[in-house]
């Protein structure tokens, strides 16, 4: 008889595991609270728009295409994904511009007209990057159950390249002079809610893995990637169970032997994989049986920022790239105020989504779905976002119309959708809303992050963002991995995808 695995969450983690385990002749079934699949990784449905709910960015794809391949399927059977060049528009206080591409040539021909000086540097760093990436990937790459996993010939060849001691700001400060440029090669730390002048100096990979590997759309948005794992896990037999909220994890001893939902119908199983994210699962469905994750422990956890999200649909075209950052003045000290102060900003740093330009299946013919996103503090904080979010949403128009094309956006709003830090908490269940899970700092990385074998109870397993190795879509497919990997292990003591000296993604 084949073994009943229960998934909580079809966000992109719940789905990518229940793929690999269907693979392997699993019986598995996953419960969403939502009446459709995706998660953070969904869609809305806006009248005759269509927006992605949080990612845009598609980096990795290889990681993607490795999930479905070892899932027995070809992701290009179910999606087209298409490279983006340039990668992004980006924009500074002071009016000055830069667009990177995936082409090194023209990307250092843009380092020579908007960065003087800058190229022959960009080229070293290029050059050591490869070198600490092809260390660094690998330790991701496996799970950290054990102290002892440190002590792993692969981690340790990789130590002396995360260079511990440094921030990513003060990495970069060995390579380049101009401020602008190194902030062009270290914002990219708002993917997972950070400040640069915090996060570890390992996190400056994520701009040579864009620079290298690009930056892909998926044609109907990045949310087309979690329908086609729903559509997999269908046709391998597994079962999604929509508007079927979870209540709690069952347990006989130490051991967890099922899930009961909201409605109080309980279902048995062998294993239980959560999904839904970390902190509100521990806090939720565990309830007084923890001892590591109690609530005063994932108080003092540090979390990642939240973030302010304006979904327009508007009915005209802008002529400005598909992705596009818009530098406030001040950065830093805002970037500072939303991870240390707490004070929300719309002039820190504000993303817009164009991705009419690209794609055509988003709006009708003239019309585009426009994504607007800053990063504030989380609800660590007291703000109330319901009486600012007016406010707030006013003077985030007003940056776009002072930096950028989008001047008169207001007369052409047809469809209109906001979400504050207290959305994220409220519909998604995002403990803080902080969106990008618990911080990426060393000390809640590795071993130090929650394991994907649970540390609190047997027999069941975490993936998603709020495990290792954290928080983007790459790292959400390593996770899955690993997590089938342990519960194949445990279960039938053989492995599947090795870990320790064979690359398995
Ligand atoms: C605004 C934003 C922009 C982002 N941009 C990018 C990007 O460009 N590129 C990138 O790679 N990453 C990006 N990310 C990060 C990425 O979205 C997340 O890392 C990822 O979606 C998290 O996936 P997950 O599977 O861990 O959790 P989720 O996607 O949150 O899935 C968890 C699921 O559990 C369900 N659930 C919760 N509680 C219950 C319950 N009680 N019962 C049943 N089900 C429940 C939820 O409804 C949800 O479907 C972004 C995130 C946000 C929010």
């Known amino acids: 008889m084949k073994k009943k695995i229960a998934i909580i969450g079809a966000g992109p983690g719940g789905l990518a595991s229940a793929m690999l385990l269907l693979s392997m002749d699993y019986d598995v079934a996953i419960y969403e609270k939502e009446a459709a699949v995706g998660g953070r990784t969904g869609r809305f449905l806006l009248g005759d728009y269509i927006f992605d709910i949080g990612p845009t960015f598609l980096m990795l794809p290889q990681y993607m295409e490795e999930i479905f391949r070892l899932s027995g399927k070809n992701i290009h059977d179910y999606v087209e994904i298409t490279p983006l060049d340039p990668l992004y528009k980006l924009r500074f206080a002071d009016g000055t511009e830069f667009f990177p591409s995936p082409d090194m040539n023209k990307t250092l021909a843009e380092i020579k007209r908007a960065f003087p000086g800058e190229a022959e540097n960009y080229l070293k760093l290029r050059h050591d990057e490869q070198y600490r990436f092809n260390r660094i990937e690998q330790c991701f ?25 440094n921030s990513l700001q003060g990495r970069l400060e060995k390579y380049f002079t101009n401020e602008k440029m190194r902030l062009a090669m270290t914002f990219q730390t708002k993917y ?236 998604f269940n995002v403990y803080n809303g902080a969106v990008f899970n618990l911080n990426h700092d060393l000390n809640q990385m590795f071993y130090f992050r929650p394991h994907n074998r649970s540390e609190e109870l047997a027999n069941c397993y975490i993936a998603g963002g709020g495990t290792h190795p954290g928080s983007g879509l790459p790292n959400l497919c390593i996770s899955s991995v690993i997590t089938a990997e342990l519960l194949i292990r445990d279960d039938t003591g053989n492995h599947r995808w090795s870990f320790d000296n064979k690359i398995y993604l």
Not at 144 to 154: A, E, N, Q, W
Not at 275 to 293: E, I, P, Q, W
Request: aromatic share 12%; charged share 25%.
């Open 141 to 165: 790459k496996r799970p950290y159950d054990s102290f002892f996993d440190f002590l792993r010939p692969v981690f340790l060849e990789a130590l002396p390249q995360m260079d511990i001691h």
């Open 192 to 427: 997972i809610g950070m400040s640069p002048w915090r996060a570890p100096s390992a996190y400056s990979l994520i701009s040579f893995i864009e620079h290298k590997w690009g930056i892909h759309h998926v044609t109907g948005g990045l949310n087309q990637l979690t329908l086609a794992m729903a559509k997999v896990v269908e046709e391998y037999g597994g079962k999604i169970h929509t508007s079927a909220k979870v209540k709690g994890i069952l347990t006989r001893g130490k051991q967890a032997t099922g899930i009961v939902l909201e409605d109080g119908r309980e279902i048995d199983a062998d294993y239980v994989i959560i999904n839904a994210d970390f902190s509100y699962a521990m806090s939720n469905f565990l309830k007084d049986r923890r001892k590591k994750y109690t609530d005063a422990d994932l108080k003092r956890r540090e979390y990642s920022c939240s973030t302010f999200m304006l979904y327009l649909g508007v009915n005209k075209q802008y002529n400005i790239p598909h992705h596009n950052l818009i530098f406030g003045e001040h950065f830093k000290a805002y970037m500072d105020e939303i991870t240390m102060t707490r004070q929300p900003s719309p002039a820190s740093l504000v993303y817009i989504h164009n991705p009419a330009v690209t794609d055509t299946t988003l709006a009708p013919k003239g019309k585009s779905p426009i994504y607007i996103l800053v990063p504030v503090p989380n609800n660590k904080t007291s703000i109330d976002w319901d009486k600012l979010k007016p406010e707030f949403r006013r003077q985030v128009l007003d940056f776009v119309a002072a930096n950028t094309e989008i001047k008169d956006i207001e007369q052409y709003i047809e469809e209109e959708k906001m979400i504050t830090p207290q959305d994220w908490q409220r519909d």
